[in-house]
Each structure stands twice: as C-alpha cells, then as structure tokens.
C-alpha cells in the first residue's frame, strides 16, 4: 500500500496547558480511537513488540508570524493542527472511519471540533524517485530527539561489563547525540519494516558505520530536555533539539549509496528518528545542500 498521512486541523478555543509533552496525548488520541473503532486491532498494535505501524507529528499552532510547536502550553486562541503518517491500509482505515464520524479531537477530556482532515497518499517509489547523490546536508530536530544505543556499537561494552561484574547482554542506553549510524539505522528500521520497495540497507547502514556520514557542525547549537510521561510516574526520556550539519567525505562517497542516503532522509519527515516516533519525538526537517553531479551511462 502507499503511505498514508492525515493531518487533521482544529482550533484551540481557550488557552491550553498540558501536563507533559503534547505528543504524548496525540499518541493517546490515535489509539483511544483505534480502540473504538477496532479493540482487537488496537490491542494487536499497542501490546506487540513489533513496530508501531504510524509515526505522530505533534500539534502545530497557525500563527501569524509561522507554525509554532507544541510543548505544553497554548496560550491564547490559535488555529491548530497535528498529522499522522500510518503505514498499514487496515489502521489507516479503521481509524480515518472513526475520526470521520467522532468530527472532533478529544485531548485531556476536552472536545475540540474538527475543521478539516486532509489526506495524502505517498508512493515510496516517488522517495526513490526524486533521489540524488547527497554531499552536504541539514537536518532540523524539531522535537526532542534520542537513539538506542545497542551494547554492540559501544567501544566500552567488554570493558564495562567486566568492571560491572556480569556476563549477560546489558540493556540499551539512550543517546540524545546527533550520531548519523544510529540516525540512519533509525530510519532503515522503519523503510524495512513497512516498504515494499527494497534498497541496500545493509550496505548503506554499513557505510554510515564506517564514517560515510561526518557530522559538520551545530550552526546554532543543540540542547536537550527531559521529559516526562505520565506526570505521577518517574519515567522519562531526554532527548535534542537544534540544527546539525553532516556532509560525506570525498574518501567515502559512494554514489549509488548516496543517493539511496538521500531517499531515506527524505522519508525520515514520515518516518520521525529515534525512540518516541509515535508520540511526536523525532521530528525533523531534511534540507539537502549538495548534491554531486551524477555519472552518466
């Protein structure tokens, strides 16, 4: 099936507060209504261990001078709207019916009445399509943003478990660094989950491993937030914001890779990064700066 986005757009009568990160309650939306429309579906998604097949976009103000996220707090009256980017027909179907006959959004027991629901439908070829051999680029982390650092990647890991007296796996350590390894494996996890169509993610994760990817710098800086989920349980995450420049080096450029780089960023905007994909965390803006010439024939 083509991935499916719905934004769906209301107004926020009344200033608002939340008592944690908004993408929290636009999680809890999408599977409140699931779970109206199809428990059995919803109990299927929400209790697996497999991948979650939607990723969130939190809410957005429409404001005079641009977009504004949503943290925690609107102040005043504002035209607002949050998207969902699903990539199975059955939940996109199941839950776009419900939304449709509910006509509202339904957000800390308050009732917001929708505006409008539009729905996209993106082909995965058309990433592919539109791709070209990346050089240089920026990425935005639009909300917070954190990985999971598997105790293989970690140089330390032997050392560690030696020091800490163990023998078995240790647990994952969350990241809130701009790693371009675990950014890129973030997404392919994604693509490979739900695609039909296939690249050579294992090669590409590979070259990104082996330095294909160089971060260049934080133009404006990063910095980072803690945030909690439920406002009475200790459980949180820290993740970062900011923009960050990365480019290829020239000793590793690889043009097929390259270009495959390219359509697999461009589907991180539906996709999100990193953990918290459902609830809005992992937001981005790709903005490719150079692209190499290709080669012909």
């Known amino acids: 099936m083509n991935l499916i ?14 008592n944690y990160f908004s993408g929290y309650y636009v999680r809890g939306f999408f ?4 779970r109206n429309s199809n428990p059995e579906l919803a109990e299927k998604i929400h209790n697996s261990k497999v991948l979650a097949p939607f990723s969130s976009r ?3 103000l429409e404001q005079p001078n641009g977009r504004r996220i949503v943290f925690n707090k609107v102040s005043n009256p504002s035209p607002a709207f949050f998207e969902y980017s699903i990539f199975n027909e059955e939940v996109s179907r199941s839950f776009l019916e419900h939304v449709i006959q509910e006509g509202s959004v339904t957000l800390l027991n308050e009732k917001f009445p929708l505006s409008h629901i539009d729905m996209q439908e993106i082909d995965w070829n058309s990433f592919i399509e539109s791709s070209k051999p990346v050089k240089k680029f920026d990425i935005v982390f639009l909300t ?12 330390r890991y032997e050392a560690r478990l030696e020091l800490a007296g163990v023998k078995e796996k240790a647990s994952y350590r969350y990241y809130p660094i701009p790693d371009p390894s675990l950014l890129i494996r973030s997404i392919a996890k994604i693509w490979r989950a739900f695609s039909p169509i296939k690249l050579n993610l294992t090669s590409l994760i590979s070259w990104v491993g082996a330095g294909g990817i160089a971060v260049s710098g934080y133009p404006s800086g990063i910095r980072t937030y803690r945030l909690y989920e439920h406002e009475k349980a200790d459980k949180w995450v820290v993740g970062f914001v900011g923009r960050v420049g990365f480019s290829v080096p020239n000793d590793l450029f690889n043009e097929s890779l390259a270009k495959n ?5 461009r589907f991180s905007r539906f996709s999100n990064v990193g953990g918290g994909r459902t609830a809005g965390l992992g937001m981005v803006e ?3 700066l150079e692209y190499a010439e290709e080669s012909k024939g």
């Open 286 to 288: 790709y903005i490719p």
């Open 144 to 155: 917070p943003t954190y990985f999971r650092l598997p105790p293989v990647l970690l140089d």
């Open 5 to 18: 986005t719905l934004t769906l757009k209301f107004f926020f009568y009344k200033g608002f507060t939340f």
């Open 31 to 34: 599977y409140s209504t699931l």
């Open 261 to 265: 780089l390219d359509a697999l960023l």
């Open 58 to 60: 939190t809410i957005f």
